[in-house]
């Protein structure tokens, strides 16, 4: 769990807050992801950052708003959240080689509750 | 829509037997295979990845995969009760080469009793 490192673990907020999520990896790594796991559903890609560039956006609502200053950080800043956005956030880094054994590892997790 | 298919489960088996995980996923143009596992209250940990038609052991863990069926299995040989986890499969997205956007299953929980 070192190599990727979330902050804060947990987090509960009203629905007018402003707050953001921290992802740290260690790792080296040149891509970045933020996930969305929900109880009863599959994990759910939000975003990825290649070299700090944002590549993919899956159709997530404007109230999460991504920010990767360096390949090392990511960050998600949340805005007017609903309580269906009460889930567990993951952040995962890959080294984005390209190659087909790009492999994904996951920090610990926030586990955000919207009142 | 491209999916990643695995049953919810609970699969359950005693301690010691072969635990045989299944998934099946939608695009043929898929290139790698990922297992995770995660405890409850946990995030997900790599097991193993595969990427050829065939077998691919490590330890007691043999992931299957095969193409032309779009299906890849893991089985768990001795199983113990620290195996008892959601294990979730993974398939990578052809057109996002740099940075693999992985597509997930919901997950097959397995619990294996002493």
């Known amino acids: 769990e070192t190599g990727v490192t979330q902050t804060p673990r947990h987090l509960v907020m009203g629905m007018t807050n402003k707050k953001s999520l921290k992802c740290e990896q260690h790792l080296g790594h040149n891509a970045m992801y933020w996930y969305k796991q929900s109880a009863k559903k599959p994990l759910e890609l939000m975003f990825v950052y290649n070299f700090k560039e944002q590549t993919e956006n899956n159709s997530v609502p404007s109230r999460f708003s991504p920010e990767c200053p360096n390949s090392s950080h990511l960050f998600l800043h949340l805005h007017t959240l609903q309580p269906e956005d009460s889930a567990l956030y993951l952040c995962?880094?890959?080294?984005?080689?390209?190659?087909?054994?790009?492999?994904?590892?996951f920090g610990p997790g926030t586990r955000l509750t919207v009142l | 829509q491209k999916e990643v298919e695995q049953n919810s489960g609970p699969l359950s088996v005693p301690e010691g037997a072969i635990a045989s995980l299944n998934c099946t996923y939608s695009d043929r143009g898929s290139q790698s295979f990922f297992w995770y596992r995660q405890y409850s209250g946990k995030s997900p940990e790599l097991i193993m990845f595969?990427?050829?038609?065939g077998d691919k052991e490590d330890g007691r863990f043999t992931a299957q995969l095969n193409k032309a069926s779009q299906y890849v299995s893991l089985l768990i040989r001795d199983s113990q009760p620290s195996d008892s986890a959601t294990y979730l499969c993974a398939v990578n997205t052809p057109e996002n080469q740099a940075g693999t956007a992985l597509i997930f299953g919901k997950g097959t929980t397995l619990s294996v009793s002493s």
């Open positions: 995962a880094s890959s080294q984005a080689s390209g190659a087909n054994t790009d492999t994904q590892y």
């Open positions: 595969i990427y050829s038609n």
